[in-house]
T-cell receptor, first 113, second 113 residues
Framework: QQQVKQSPQSLIVQKGGISIINCAYE??????FPWYQQFPGKGPALLIA?????SEKKEGRFTISFNKSAKQFSLHIMDSQPGDSATYFC????????????FGTGTRLQVTL | EAGVVQSPRYKIIEKKQPVAFWCNPI?????LYWYRQNLGQGPELLIR????????DSQLPKDRFSAERLKGVDSTLKIQPAELGDSAVYLC???????????FGPGTRLLVL
């Protein structure tokens, strides 16, 4: 059963534009929501993470927006750069039970010049 | 600080052959994870170790997959015999006990012919 749904599957954004990737979850026990960035031939690397007690978290050009009632969260990349071209995965976990990290299916982002 | 090390990086085998993957986690990280990432998908947990104990192996296909983490440091994941559907990237990750951030290695790309 897929518990974290991610969209879009792929995204093309011009340099300087805003990239937006959305995720929705089903399990209300999830309380940790990270985003991972993966370049070809590399393992995923943690980009930014949020807990449901806040509605937004910003780190540099990367922002997570969290809507607990809708069970949705999104990643916004401001001023997108060609170097941001990668695959992005959202994920979720119930930290209280130390459950596994459940990943979305990924979004392939391409930032064009 | 060295990251998670995995070897080999690539492996091509014929079906029904055995194969093994090796992982050396970040020094001091007691928690070790093995994930499988199918093409175009997010990573899926196979097994999680706390030191040398497998605390979550519910997703490990035990008829053909096995893993060990002797002395609570390095780990080996084995498939015997391999099937065509096992073609994927096998990722190892590690974390400090109780911490959420997982650090991934570059993965081993397996192709079963």
């Amino acid at each position: 059963q897929q518990q974290v749904k991610q969209s879009p599957q792929s995204l093309i954004v011009q340099k300087g534009g805003i990239s937006i990737i959305n995720c929705a979850y089903e399990n209300t026990a999830f309380d940790y929501f990270p985003w991972y960035q993966q370049f070809p031939g590399k393992g995923p690397a943690l980009l930014i993470a949020i807990r449901p007690d806040v509605s937004e978290k910003k780190e540099g050009r990367f922002t997570i927006s969290f809507n607990k009632s809708a069970k949705q969260f999104s990643l916004h990349i401001m001023d997108s750069q060609p170097g941001d071209s990668a695959t992005y995965f959202c994920a979720a976990r119930n930290t209280g039970t130390a459950s596994k990290l459940t990943f979305g299916t990924g979004t392939r982002l391409q930032v064009t010049l | 600080e060295a990251g998670v090390v995995q070897s080999p990086r690539y492996k091509i085998i014929e079906k029904k052959q055995p194969v093994a993957f090796w992982c050396n986690p970040i020094s001091g990280h007691n928690t070790l994870y093995w994930y499988r990432q199918n093409l175009g998908q997010g990573p899926e947990l196979l097994i999680r170790y706390e030191n040398e104990e497998a605390v979550d192996d519910s997703q490990l296909p035990k008829d053909r997959f096995s893993a060990e983490r002797l002395k609570g440091v390095d780990s080996t994941l084995k498939i015997q015999p391999a099937e065509l559907g096992d073609s994927a990237v096998y990722l190892c990750a590690s974390s400090l006990t109780g911490k959420q951030t997982q650090y991934f290695g570059p993965g081993t790309r397996l192709l079963v012919l």
